[in-house]
């Protein structure tokens, strides 16, 4: 469903040309839940914002099931990142005026539909990261956990085929970390959606179903993860 062939990002400072993603392909299917691991600049942002239409190859195609992320206009690639696409980040992200069930529900709200379908959508997703009795408490009263938590009901909240995870322990103690970890190893669904996450944590693997490494811009490896790697 996500794909990208032989693709190349360079950016360009000043006059340097910096190669940050180098002739990668890599295949992302329904059910997996992939880890990108690797040092830093070696392009694990970069290749998350192409595979989530936030950025667009220099050469080699990006694909959201079969289509070519380049060939579409903003206003497409909007649609697919608001619709299709749930984002996932370090820093939590979450508007400090709105409650947690107003912040889940913002995608829904921004895309048209009512407050009241909205906000009850939200309660389901809350209810799915264990937090109904959080809802109408605002991101400053949350735990990091919590704040983490209401940020992955978001991220679902318009029940997307991709979720897309820059981080997402980052800030976070170890318990706390793995609790969110087993919420979103629970996100990936067989025959429709996947999960990509980027991390520095090196226990983070276990918590997915594959781990690709990356060095210098390229992949360096890529493979399954067995099932009962998790730690307990
Ligand atoms: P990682 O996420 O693994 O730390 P990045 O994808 O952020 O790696 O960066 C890969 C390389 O691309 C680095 O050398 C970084 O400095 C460079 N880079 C990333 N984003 C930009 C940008 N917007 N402009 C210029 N260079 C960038
Ligand atoms: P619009 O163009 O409709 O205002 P955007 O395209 O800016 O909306 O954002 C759509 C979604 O993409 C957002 O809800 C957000 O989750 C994600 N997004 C936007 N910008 C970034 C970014 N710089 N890094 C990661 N995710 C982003």
Do not use: W
Not at 183 to 209: C, F, I, N, Q
Request: hydrophobic share 40%; proline share 6%; glycine share 8%.
């Amino acid at each position: 469903m996500l794909e990208l062939i032989e693709v190349t990002k360079v950016y360009v400072q000043g006059r340097r040309t910096v190669p940050a993603v180098q002739g990668v392909s890599l295949t992302v299917r329904p059910g997996e839940f992939v880890t990108i691991m690797g040092p830093s600049g070696s392009g694990k942002s970069t290749l998350m914002h192409l595979m989530g239409a936030l950025d667009t190859p220099t050469r080699g195609r990006a694909l959201f099931h079969g289509q070519d992320l380049q060939a579409m206009s903003d206003r497409q690639r909007s649609l697919l990142r608001r619709e299709r696409i749930g984002f996932v980040f370090q820093a939590f992200n979450l508007l400090p005026t709105l409650t947690a069930a107003e912040n889940v529900a913002l995608p829904l709200l921004l895309a048209g539909r009512n407050r009241r379908q909205a906000l009850q959508r939200a309660g389901e997703c809350l209810e799915q990261v264990g937090l109904s009795h959080r809802a109408d408490h605002f991101p400053d009263e949350l735990s990091g956990g919590e704040m983490q938590r209401v940020a992955v009901a978001r991220a679902i909240v318009a029940d997307p085929e991709a979720v897309l995870c820059d981080e997402p322990t980052g800030n976070l103690d170890s318990q706390t970390s793995r609790e969110i970890l087993t919420l979103l190893s629970r996100l990936p669904e067989p025959a429709r959606r996947a999960v990509v996450m980027v991390t520095h944590d090196p226990t983070a693997a276990a918590y997915g179903t594959r781990l690709v490494r990356l060095r210098d811009g390229r992949i360096e490896s890529d493979h399954p993860v067995p099932k009962s790697s998790v730690p307990c």
